[in-house]
Structure formats: structure tokens, C-alpha cells
């Protein structure tokens, strides 16, 4: 906690922390990571070993200060819908207010998005009551455009559900698309001016290949699988997520906020550990990638630590791959 930062080196070691997502709010990075538990249970493709029960927030004044730890800032008990598991949080600052975006289970196993509110960047933050009405799985990240519209990207497979709302209505024995049938995207809503509900239907966004065509269920190195984040860069909206089973970083990039987006490349060569989630963010007049691996834990899948390292962009817009073990 005390020590000065270098890059892909845990920002803290005292807790495991993932799934970061990086602002900067008053001249500062404020980072939102779930918070891994500590303990010695079996994992499953439905992410049991993943019980997360509260948040905490991290801070930093510039890229090389020590990385303060502001605790706790939200718990599982005081959210009165949630059963468990509050998975990748974001957070979104708008209307003189901090709002952190969260997903967990609610009382009937599904998992929904809840937002909770702060006047502080490092909370602590108030829980609404219910969760955003048609909200559905997991991994929230929001977008507050210069148009001062917010919208929230959503979204993960296996465990974060995604694929049992292929028809609109939850079916706990949907499985996902066929492997020649267009891969399942994220989802996208607007926001309303309050942040705490969807003022549109939500969507599915489209991915899409150089020619215009749909990325498949099989294309594993550059289908969505969780974790998505969208920043803008030179006026263009950059969605970047998980490949899930190939472990990677990718990006894909659109004209509109809501997509379509043309796949583009890899940002994230494979960290240690199983899953891979990320934020992109520009501080000062540099950018940086947030990310988390297993290092700490010697690669235990749920005890995963959050890192970042620089991330640069090409004279055509592209970004250049990262391997964050060889730097």
C-alpha cells in the first residue's frame, strides 16, 4: 500500500482485487475492483469460486505514487435485493454525483445490475433499493458521452448468464448460439438522467469482421465472452472485452456509441490465471490499460491482483498488443 508503483505490479498485495475499472475524478486515477476473497474451494465454469461480498476503492495521485487503499465502500449486506457474488463493478460521475454499477445475484439466483450513489469518488456509496428494472447479468461499464448521454454496456457467458436472455425472458436452460450462428455481443442501454434506470430497451450490439460480417459462436480468439469497456479515442468509440476461453483482450471499434463495431485486433496477450477484464483509461496525456492476473496467488484462478501498464496507439488509430510479461 505504501510503495511506489511500477507497471504490471500489483497495485496492492495486502488484498486480491480484479475486474478493475480506472477513472481519473479531480486530477485523479480512482480505480473500482471487485474483491476476491481468500479461500480454498473448488472452481467451475459457473464461477462459484467467485463470492465476492464488498468493494473497496483504490486511488492514486500519478502513475509512479504509492496506491492508497480507501476500504470498504459498499457490502453485500446492505443491498437489500442482492443474494451474492458482486462481481466487476464501474463506476460514472454525473450530476454532481459518483455512481458505482454493480452486478449480483438476487434472490432468485439471477444476476441483475444495482447502482449506489456517493458525493465522494471514494464512497462510501448508498445502495438503491432494487436493482435497474431489466437489467440482467453481469460486468456493467458505463460510458458518459461529451453529448452528456450515458449508456451502460453489459454482460457476460457462462456464469454471468448472458445466454439464458436470448429470448428476452430469463430460461435457465438456454445454452448459447450454435458454433456456425453468430456469437452473442454485449448488451447496451442509455441511461436516464438520474443514472438509475435504462431509458431504452436494451440491445444487443453487433460485432462484426473487416467485411461487415458477424463475428461466429466459434471464433474464439475474437468473439465476446465478458468484460466490456468502451472508451473514445479521436472521436471514435473503441469496445474492448474478453475472449474468455482464449484469454485475450480484444478491441473492435464504431463510428456510434451504439455499434456497430469492426473487430480490430488484440490489446492483451493471456495473463496467468483463467479470466482477463480490463479498463482503458487517459491520464494526463498518456493512456493506460488496467488489468489483473493470478501472480500474486501463484495463479490461483479466484485470488487475482490488479495491475496497469502503458498502452499506446499507432499513427492509424490501432493499438499496439501488450504482453504484460514482457516489458
Known sequence: ????????????SH????????HVFDGKLYI?????????????????????????????DDVDAPCVDHGEVLHLKDIPWASKQLWAPDAAYKNNTYYLFFPAR??????????????????????EENYIPGSFSIDPAVL????????VYFGGLWGGQLEKWQ???FNPD?????????????????????????KSEPHEIKIVDENGEPILASDENRRYFEGPWVHKYNGLYYLSYS???????VYAVSEKPLGPFVFKGTILKPVSGWTTHHSIVQFKDKWYLFYHDCSLSNGVNHKRSVKFTELTYNEDGSIQTIDPYDQ
Open 167 to 169: 429470448t428476452g425472458t
Open 144 to 151: 458518459v458521452d461529451e453529448d452528456d448521454k450515458a449508456y
Open 106 to 127: 438476487d434472490k432468485d439466483g439471477i444476476f441483475r445490475l444495482g447502482v449506489a450513489t456517493s458525493a465522494n469518488p471514494a464512497g462510501p456509496f448508498q445502495p
Open 1 to 12: 500500500m505504501g510503495k511506489n508503483l511500477k507497471f504490471n505490479e500489483p497495485l496492492v
Open 15 to 22: 488484498i486480491f482485487t480484479a475486474d478493475p475499472s480506472a
Open 243 to 249: 475472449t474468455g476461453t482464449t484469454h485475450k483482450i
Open 32 to 60: 473500482y475492483p471487485s474483491h476476491d476473497l481468500d479461500h480454498d474451494e473448488p472452481s467451475n465454469d459457473n464461477g462459484d469460486q467467485y463470492k465476492m461480498e464488498d468493494y473497496h476503492v483504490l486511488s492514486m
Open 174 to 198: 438456454a445454452e448459447g448460439p450454435a458454433p456456425t450462428e453468430p456469437a452473442l455481443g454485449p448488451i447496451v442501454a442509455e441511461l436516464t438522467e438520474d443514472m438509475l434506470n435504462f
